[in-house]
């Protein structure tokens, strides 16, 4: 984890992303302060109203859940650091881990790390699916059959939560918004944002609209939303891993301390898929997938 003082000050370059983030924000500002309450776990809890469309802010309001984990050394506190990992998806919910705290200790000896619920995500008000989502596909299916059977659940999926009051409502221009009335909210006069994956594309949007609240950004596996082919996406996304792999095999035939070092790590790798292909690998009570395998490969690569 970087020190504060790696964290990259003003200059970070961040991509502009599609559609939609031209344009001022026209929206009532929340009243400054927040009320935490303890809600088990080391987390301080807390939600703020916030409009379902901030392009017409006297619609009906939902509601934002937040958490905090409080800065350890208070005295030598920088204030208020946001942060998502990525998703879209909740995020509160995997904070109340012991063990994914201690990734962010070294952070929070200089801040509160504050993390949200998107809209519509768990804390946070404002979507209601009566079915439940399709099992995640990672990118990778087996055949055509697979991946139209795929796109039809996802069809019925979104269909059914076409009724919400956020639908429509979710993309990023809408979050930028969000994240300006956390700001507010919070009493920062910048915002001070941690971004993963997904997560860079809020910060990407905020910047665009906001570019005078941006304070220090510090974003890993930013994400391209200037491509608006996803088969490009996904040739861009094989690649580099195509060409992380490649590296991989050399430094672990230069390198001693390599698990296989000595041996070829592209044969291993396609062994290990046919292996897979003809029969999931047992392992911790449980069988893995060549699919598996690969789209958990994926999204390693895409981590580094």
Sequence with gaps: MKKIRELV????????????????????????????????????????????????????????????????????????????????????????????????????????????????????SGISCPLPPPAESDYVFPDQAAFDEHAEQNARFGQACATTPLAGKLDSWQVAHDLEAIRKVLGQRKLDYFGNSYGTVYAQAYADLFPGGVGRMYLDSVMDHTEPSLRNW??????????????????????????????????VWDELIERAERQPIPGGGTTVSAKQIVARADVRSERR
């Design 9 to 124: 000050a003003g200059g970070l370059c961040l991509l502009t992303v599609l559609g939609g983030l031209t344009g001022t924000s026209a929206a009532a500002t929340p009243k400054p302060g927040l009320s935490w309450q303890d809600c088990g776990d080391g987390l301080q809890c807390g939600s703020m109203a916030v409009p379902s469309d901030w392009a017409r802010p006297g619609q009906a309001p939902i509601t934002l859940g937040l958490a905090k984990l409080p800065a350890t050394n208070a005295a030598a506190g920088h204030g208020v650091l946001l942060m998502n990992l990525g998703g879209p998806q909740a995020q509160i919910s995997a904070f109340r881990q012991p063990a994914f705290q201690a990734r962010f200790a070294e952070l929070r000896q200089w801040f509160d790390i504050v993390i949200f619920d998107p809209r519509g995500f768990e804390a946070s």
């Design 234 to 267: 996904l040739g861009q996304r094989a690649r580099a891993n195509e060409r992380t792999l490649h590296r991989f095999a050399g430094w672990c035939a230069a390198e001693p301390s390599c698990a296989l070092h000595g041996r070829d790590v592209l044969a």
